[in-house]
C-alpha cells in the first residue's frame, strides 16, 4: 500500500477519504503512532460524526493495538475533549479521526502526544513522516487490549468549575449535527440556562450546513435567536474546536478580529500586562485594542499546534484566530468551543451588557473573508515564496510570519498557503471600503498570475 505524501500536512493527517485515506491508510497511521509513542503504552482514542470515522477509528485501533499499545476508545467526541482527557487522565497519547472543518468527504488523524498536544511540525510530525514511509514499526510478542471509556463526565467535571454564571439567560445552540451535539446542550443545561438547540443530533452528512461556522451557515440559527429573543447564539463546527456567535439582534457578531477582542476585554481586566497570541491573518486593529486594554499582543503562524505552543512559550493567558478558534490557558491552552461559549455566557452574564452592545465597543476596518484559490499542494508554498521575494524586492513593507502580509497605505493584505487544503488563501482590510476592493483585486491577480506561471 503507497500512502499519499500530501496527507502529512503541519500539524495533523487530513485528505478526501477512498482516494487520500483508506483502511490501510487508518491501520498504518495506527502502526506509526504506536511505534512513535512506544509498545505497551496506553492511546485514547475518538472521532468526530463523519460517516467514514467508524472504519477508520477500527483500521486505526488494529494498527494500534498490532504494536502493543493498549486502547481506550471513546467514540464520538470532540477534538478538545480527547486532548483534555489525554491530559488529566495521563494517556501516553490519543488520536482524534477528524478532518476538522474540511467538507464531509474529508478525514483524517490528529496525533496527540501525553500533554493533549498536537503532534505538528517540529513536535514529532516529521519522525512520525519517517516511520509510516520507512514502516518500521515496533515488533511486539503482545497484542494491545481495547476498552472502551466515556469522556463525557471527565469532560464534565473539569469545565463546568471553571465556568460561572450569575443570572438567568436563554441561549439557543447550533451543533450543527457535528461532534457538540447533545454535549453542549448538557452541559448549558447544567448551569442553569435556558437552552433551545436545533441541529442537534449526530448525522455524518452534515444536512444542516457545512463542518465550518462561516456566516452563511448560521442562517437557522440567526431566525431561531431572534423567534425566541434569545440572549444570543452559538455555532459549534464539527469537532468542536472553532465558535461563531450571533447575537441577540440576529447579527453575526464576526471573525476572531471581534470574538477575540471580547474576551480580551474580559480577561485583561484581572491580566493587565498579559500577553495574548493572535494568529498573522488578524486585524491591526485587534492589536491596538489589545494594547489599548493593557495586553501585549503576539502575531504568530496560523494554526492550532503552533498557536498553543507559543501560548506556552510566552506564557500567554490567551491565544485566537482569525477563523474563530479561542484558546484558553485556564483549559491548557486548548482551543475548546464549548469552554468558549460557556465562558462567553459568563462574560454577559458578569457584565450586564448584551452581547450587541459589547461587540459595538471593538473597533473594526472594512475587511473581506479569507478567500481560497485552489493550488496543488505541491506547489503553494512554493508560489507563496515566490510571490513574498516579488513583494520584498519592490520595497513594500511586509510580514512573513505566515506566507506574506504586505501593509499599504490605508490597509494590507495577507498571502499565504493553506495548511489543511489544496489553495492559496488571502483576505484584506482597510479603513476605506474602495480601497478594500481594490487592494483585494491586487493580492487575488496577483495570487491567479504566479499560479500560472507555475503551470507553464
Given at each position: 500500500?503507497?500512502?499519499?505524501?500530501?496527507?502529512?500536512?503541519?500539524?495533523?493527517?487530513?485528505?478526501?477519504?477512498?482516494?487520500?485515506?483508506?483502511?490501510?491508510?487508518?491501520?498504518?497511521?495506527?502502526?506509526?503512532?504506536?511505534?512513535?509513542?512506544?509498545?505497551?503504552?496506553?492511546?485514547?482514542?475518538?472521532?468526530?460524526?463523519?460517516?467514514?470515522?467508524?472504519?477508520?477509528?477500527?483500521?486505526?485501533?488494529?494498527?494500534?493495538?498490532?504494536?502493543?499499545?493498549?486502547?481506550?476508545?471513546?467514540?464520538?467526541?470532540?477534538?478538545?475533549?480527547?486532548?483534555?482527557?489525554?491530559?488529566?487522565?495521563?494517556f501516553d497519547g490519543g488520536i482524534m479521526i477528524s478532518a476538522s472543518h474540511n467538507p464531509r468527504e474529508w478525514n483524517g488523524f490528529i496525533l496527540i502526544d501525553k500533554n493533549g498536544?498536537?503532534?505538528?511540525?517540529?513536535?514529532?510530525?516529521?519522525?512520525?513522516?519517517?516511520?509510516?514511509?520507512?514502516?518500521?514499526?515496533?515488533?511486539?510478542?503482545?497484542?494491545?487490549?481495547?476498552?472502551?471509556?466515556?469522556?463525557?463526565?471527565?469532560?464534565?467535571?473539569?469545565?463546568?468549575?471553571?465556568?460561572?454564571?450569575?443570572?438567568?439567560?436563554?441561549?439557543?445552540?447550533?451543533?450543527?449535527?457535528?461532534?457538540?451535539?447533545?454535549?453542549?446542550?448538557?452541559?448549558?443545561?447544567?448551569?442553569?440556562?435556558?437552552?433551545?438547540?436545533?441541529?442537534?443530533f449526530h448525522d455524518g452528512n452534515f444536512p444542516s450546513h457545512s463542518p465550518d461556522v462561516q456566516e452563511k451557515d448560521l442562517l437557522m440559527l440567526k431566525e431561531k435567536v431572534v423567534?425566541?429573543?434569545?440572549?444570543?447564539?452559538?455555532?459549534?463546527?464539527?469537532?468542536?474546536?472553532?465558535?461563531?456567535?450571533?447575537?441577540?439582534?440576529?447579527?453575526?457578531?464576526?471573525?476572531?478580529?471581534?470574538?477575540?477582542?471580547?474576551?480580551?476585554?474580559?480577561?485583561?481586566?484581572?491580566?493587565?500586562?498579559?500577553?495574548?497570541i493572535c494568529d498573522a491573518t488578524c486585524s491591526s486593529t485587534l492589536e491596538e485594542f489589545i494594547k489599548s486594554k493593557g495586553g501585549l499582543p503576539v502575531l504568530n503562524r496560523v494554526?492550532?499546534?503552533?498557536?498553543?505552543?507559543?501560548?506556552?512559550?510566552?506564557?500567554?493567558?490567551?491565544?485566537?484566530?482569525?477563523?474563530?478558534?479561542?484558546?484558553?490557558?485556564?483549559?491548557?491552552?486548548?482551543?475548546?468551543?464549548?469552554?468558549?461559549?460557556?465562558?462567553?455566557?459568563?462574560?454577559?452574564?458578569?457584565?450586564?451588557?448584551?452581547?450587541?452592545?459589547?461587540?459595538?465597543?471593538?473597533?473594526?476596518?472594512?475587511?473581506?473573508?479569507?478567500?481560497?484559490?485552489?493550488?496543488?499542494?505541491?506547489?503553494?508554498?512554493?508560489?507563496?515564496?515566490?510571490?513574498?521575494?516579488?513583494?520584498?524586492?519592490?520595497?513594500?513593507?511586509?510580514?512573513?510570519?505566515?506566507?506574506?502580509?504586505?501593509?499599504?497605505?490605508?490597509?494590507?493584505?495577507?498571502?499565504?498557503?493553506?495548511?489543511?487544503?489544496?489553495?492559496?488563501?488571502?483576505?484584506?482590510?482597510?479603513?476605506?471600503?474602495?480601497?478594500?476592493?481594490?487592494?483585494?483585486?491586487?493580492?487575488?491577480?496577483?495570487?491567479?498570475?504566479?499560479?500560472?506561471?507555475?503551470?507553464?
Amino acid at each position: 500500500m503507497n500512502l499519499n505524501e500530501n496527507i502529512f500536512r503541519a500539524y495533523d493527517i487530513r485528505g478526501i477519504y477512498g482516494r487520500d485515506l483508506t483502511k490501510d491508510t487508518a491501520e498504518t497511521v495506527g502502526k506509526t503512532f504506536g511505534t512513535f509513542i512506544g509498545s505497551d503504552k496506553k492511546i485514547a482514542v475518538g472521532r468526530d460524526v463523519r460517516t467514514s470515522g467508524k472504519v477508520l477509528e477500527e483500521k486505526v485501533i488494529e494498527g494500534l493495538t498490532s504494536v502493543g499499545c493498549d486502547v481506550v476508545d471513546f467514540g464520538i467526541i470532540t477534538t478538545p475533549m480527547l486532548s483534555i482527557i489525554v491530559k488529566i487522565k495521563n494517556f501516553d497519547g490519543g488520536i482524534m479521526i477528524s478532518a476538522s472543518h474540511n467538507p464531509r468527504e474529508w478525514n483524517g488523524f490528529i496525533l496527540i502526544d501525553k500533554n493533549g498536544h498536537f503532534c505538528s511540525e517540529g513536535m514529532g510530525m516529521e519522525k512520525i513522516r519517517e516511520i509510516a514511509f520507512s514502516k518500521a514499526f515496533a515488533k511486539t510478542n503482545k497484542k494491545g487490549s481495547i476498552f472502551t471509556g466515556n469522556g463525557y463526565n471527565v469532560y464534565e467535571n473539569f469545565i463546568l468549575p471553571k465556568v460561572r454564571t450569575l443570572k438567568k439567560l436563554k441561549i439557543v445552540l447550533d451543533p450543527g449535527n457535528g461532534a457538540t451535539s447533545s454535549i453542549a446542550t448538557s452541559l448549558f443545561g447544567k448551569m442553569g440556562i435556558d437552552v433551545i438547540s436545533i441541529n442537534d443530533f449526530h448525522d455524518g452528512n452534515f444536512p444542516s450546513h457545512s463542518p465550518d461556522v462561516q456566516e452563511k451557515d448560521l442562517l437557522m440559527l440567526k431566525e431561531k435567536v431572534v423567534e425566541v429573543s434569545a440572549n444570543f447564539g452559538v455555532g459549534f463546527d464539527c469537532d468542536g474546536d472553532r465558535v461563531a456567535f450571533i447575537d441577540e439582534t440576529g447579527r453575526y457578531i464576526g471573525s476572531g478580529n471581534i470574538t477575540i477582542a471580547i474576551f480580551s476585554d474580559y480577561y485583561l481586566k484581572k491580566n493587565k500586562g498579559a500577553k495574548i497570541i493572535c494568529d498573522a491573518t488578524c486585524s491591526s486593529t485587534l492589536e491596538e485594542f489589545i494594547k489599548s486594554k493593557g495586553g501585549l499582543p503576539v502575531l504568530n503562524r496560523v494554526g492550532h499546534a503552533f498557536i498553543v505552543n507559543r501560548m506556552i512559550k510566552e506564557k500567554a493567558i490567551l491565544g485566537g484566530e482569525y477563523s474563530n478558534h479561542l484558546y484558553f490557558l485556564e483549559i491548557y491552552g486548548f482551543d475548546d468551543a464549548i469552554f468558549a461559549a460557556l465562558k462567553m455566557a459568563e462574560i454577559i452574564s458578569s457584565s450586564g451588557k448584551s452581547l450587541s452592545d459589547i461587540a459595538n465597543q471593538i473597533p473594526r476596518h472594512f475587511s473581506t473573508d479569507i478567500t481560497e484559490i485552489s493550488c496543488p499542494d505541491k506547489l503553494k508554498f512554493k508560489i507563496v515564496e515566490s510571490i513574498k521575494d516579488k513583494f520584498a524586492k519592490k520595497n513594500y513593507k511586509t510580514i512573513d510570519i505566515d506566507g506574506v502580509k504586505v501593509s499599504f497605505e490605508d490597509g494590507n493584505f495577507l498571502i499565504r498557503a493553506s495548511n489543511t487544503t489544496p489553495a492559496i488563501k488571502l483576505n484584506a482590510e482597510s479603513k476605506s471600503l474602495d480601497h478594500l476592493k481594490k487592494i483585494f483585486s491586487f493580492g487575488k491577480k496577483m495570487i491567479e498570475e504566479e499560479i500560472k506561471n507555475f503551470g507553464r
